[in-house]
């Protein structure tokens, strides 16, 4: 048993993955939605959101999210969050876990325009 609590002062954070356990898959957490356009070249990503709102860009299309809300990124969607109730905290889900510098590349920058907020 590992108990894991988050962060109030970090804007995100990771709780396990394949580079502290044996789960396939990694749980994290944020405390805001964080602006940084981007995408996943193998992992699917899911936002469960258990307090206040954020707006989600995906592609060309904003998304309110709300407690309750779950929302799953398949790989290759461009996302990023363009606002944050002060309050929001959501949990994140990667399938499949990955670790280390195979987790850092799979992630890709995207410009704005390809979200088509310039």
Known sequence: MRLLPASSSAAKGWYAGPWNSELAISVGYANEGINEPHLHTQINEIYLVARGTAVLRVEQQSITLH???MI???PGEAHT???SSPDY???VVHTPGL???EA???KT???RTRLGLE
């Open 67 to 69: 407690p309750g809300d």
């Open 72 to 74: 799953w990124l398949e």
């Open 81 to 83: 969050f363009l606002s």
């Open 89 to 91: 905290f959501h949990f």
């Open 99 to 101: 670790a280390g510098e």
């Open 104 to 106: 850092r590349l799979e």
């Open 109 to 111: 920058a995207v410009s």
